[in-house]
């Protein structure tokens, strides 16, 4: 298996360069790329306050902060994205 994700990594390194983050610690790089596109950024977050996600959700916020850059955090949609979920996040966004 390790073969594969060798193989797979040699890939993406001559497909995209530096412009493509993989690994375990992807999250942390979020705030980079972030960057490189002003200094605000909006989060959306779906089931906010589940464990399962809460260390995700750390692991942008922290890269966000640690890139000097603020940031509005909306609650995302429910299961199967009911239209009232995707119009308040559309207006959310264009706000």
């Not at 942008?60 to 603020?70: A, K, Y």
Request: avoid cysteine.
């Amino acid at each position: 298996m390790n073969k594969y994700f060798t193989t797979a990594e040699k890939i993406l390194k001559e497909w995209k360069g530096d412009s493509y983050t993989f690994g375990a610690d992807v999250l942390d790089a979020a705030g980079r790329y972030a960057a490189q596109f002003g200094k605000r950024a909006m989060v959306i977050v779906t089931l906010r306050g589940h464990p399962w996600n809460e260390e995700p959700f750390d692991s942008v916020r922290g890269s966000l902060e640690s890139n000097g850059m603020t940031y509005a955090m909306i609650n995302g949609a429910r299961p199967n994205a009911p239209r009232e979920d995707v119009y308040r996040i559309g207006l959310q966004v264009a706000k």
